[in-house]
């Protein structure tokens, strides 16, 4: 059967660059998935103040706004379905309106119809962000974070394990991933916080090499580098370009609490990187 991705696109405050349609595009099509791409617009409130409009034209304003995101939708969802014809990606295209409060749960409503929901991260854009952070752990579905440059196709992916419930789900999650990959790193980290079983990594390399899969155990330290950005240059390093990893993290009051390993990746993000919560 055929996968299903799901494409969340950004228009307003900051709007997703056209990487995001390009990539997502070339992703699908490594996998021989299906895209499914909507455009998230802004639905903002009128503003009722008499001086604003006296003033601003606050209404005129809004109306704006709205207009010029309506039109980058539409910009990223053409970019969305020339690349998929040229590629040979089965695409669709679809727009949406939410308030600007609520466009991460528009974004996860969406998300839990499909396989796996990608993820445009670019520096700076808060919008694309707290996107990201809404579906991760508010989908239920895997994830897959996408940077701006993707590396060339290895068939190498690096899996970040530490024997946890959020590790396994996304080991499960990555099963497709995992199936297609010419090389399997099992990367652990040794240095960073005592492991429940000492061979951790070894056991789930055994469990992939069992299952028909070229896996391998690989120990790390990361010394004072920070988790997340330690296990992407180990990925790196290692050829890999595919980082499946856990999402740690939850929300208190709509309020985000990330696990460390969760924060570096979503802040500097420096390959692909599947992230399951």
């Not at 508010?138 to 959020?166: F, I, K, N, Y």
Request: aromatic letters at 4%; a negative charge.
């Amino acid at each position: 059967m055929r996968q299903q991705f799901f494409l969340p696109l950004a228009t307003y405050p900051e709007a997703n660059a056209d990487a995001v349609a390009t990539n997502a595009v070339a992703i699908a099509a490594r996998f021989g998935a299906e895209l499914h791409a909507l455009a998230i617009n802004p639905d903002i409130p009128p503003v009722s103040n008499a001086l604003s409009k006296l003033l601003l034209d606050t209404p005129q304003m809004i109306r704006d706004a709205e207009a010029s995101s309506r039109r980058r939708g539409q910009e990223l969802l053409a970019l969305v379905k020339e690349r998929a014809g040229q590629a040979g990606v089965v695409a669709s295209v679809a727009e949406t309106a939410a308030p600007l409060a609520a466009i991460g749960d528009a974004a996860c409503r969406h998300a839990r119809y499909y396989d796996l929901a990608l993820l445009g991260l670019e520096p700076g854009n808060t919008t694309a962000r707290m996107v990201a952070e809404a579906v991760v752990f508010g989908a239920g579905r895997p994830a897959l974070m996408l940077p701006g440059v993707l590396p060339e196709p290895t068939g190498h992916v690096a899996v970040a394990w530490d024997g946890s419930r959020v590790a396994a789900r996304a080991v499960a999650d990555a099963r497709p991933s995992l199936e297609k990959a010419s090389e399997i790193s099992v990367v652990t980290v040794v240095d960073e916080k005592k492991l429940h079983d000492a061979d951790a990594a070894e056991r789930l390399a055994a469990n992939l090499r069992h299952a028909g899969l070229a896996a391998e155990a690989v120990p790390v330290r990361i010394g004072a580098t920070s988790i997340g950005a330690g296990l992407q240059e180990k990925a790196i390093a290692l050829g890999a370009d595919l980082l499946v990893m856990g999402g740690y993290g939850h929300s208190r009051i709509r309020d985000f609490v990330l696990g460390g390993a969760t924060e570096g990746v979503l802040a500097d993000l420096r390959l692909p990187v599947l992230l399951s919560h």
